[in-house]
């Protein structure tokens, strides 16, 4: 897990993976061997509170404390996958300056 702007991670930190905006893993950062790390299951869709999670292709997000993470994966439940995260660009709003004519 990578550090960004305004963003450090530690331990302790809720990670979230998400599938259609629906909460479908969850877990918090630990340290191992000096580095912030994480390990999350994605639940697999199903009835009830799953309904909605992972199959084979769908999209999954992810959030470290409040900050989105750039990365994303492919929800697969074929093989343990290693994702890096790091936090999203932080968005930027760009307004017009209107000046009034003298």
Same mark, same amino acid.
């Given at each position: 897990?990578?550090?960004? @702007?305004? *963003?450090t $991670?530690?331990?302790?930190? !809720?990670?979230? +993976? /998400? =599938?259609?905006?629906?909460v479908?893993?969850?877990? /918090?950062?630990?340290?191992?061997?000096? @580095?912030v790390?994480?390990? =999350?299951?994605?639940?697999?869709?199903?009835?009830?509170? %799953?309904?909605?999670?992972?199959? *084979?292709?769908? $999209?999954?997000?992810?959030?470290?404390?409040? /900050?989105? %993470?750039? +990365?994303?994966?492919t929800?697969?439940?074929?093989?343990?996958?290693?994702? $890096?995260?790091? $936090?999203?660009?932080?968005n930027? =709003? *760009?307004? !017009?300056? =209107?000046?009034?004519? /003298?």
């Amino acid at each position: 897990m990578s550090a960004g @702007q305004s *963003f450090t $991670p530690t331990a302790g930190l !809720p990670v979230k +993976a /998400r =599938i259609g905006g629906k909460v479908c893993g969850q877990a /918090r950062t630990s340290v191992y061997e000096g @580095q912030v790390v994480y390990a =999350i299951n994605v639940s697999a869709d199903g009835p009830g509170s %799953m309904a909605g999670c992972g199959s *084979f292709g769908k $999209p999954v997000s992810f959030t470290v404390g409040s /900050r989105a %993470m750039a +990365a994303t994966a492919t929800w697969d439940n074929s093989a343990v996958a290693e994702l $890096p995260l790091h $936090p999203a660009a932080a968005n930027s =709003i *760009f307004l !017009p300056i =209107i000046l009034k004519a /003298r």
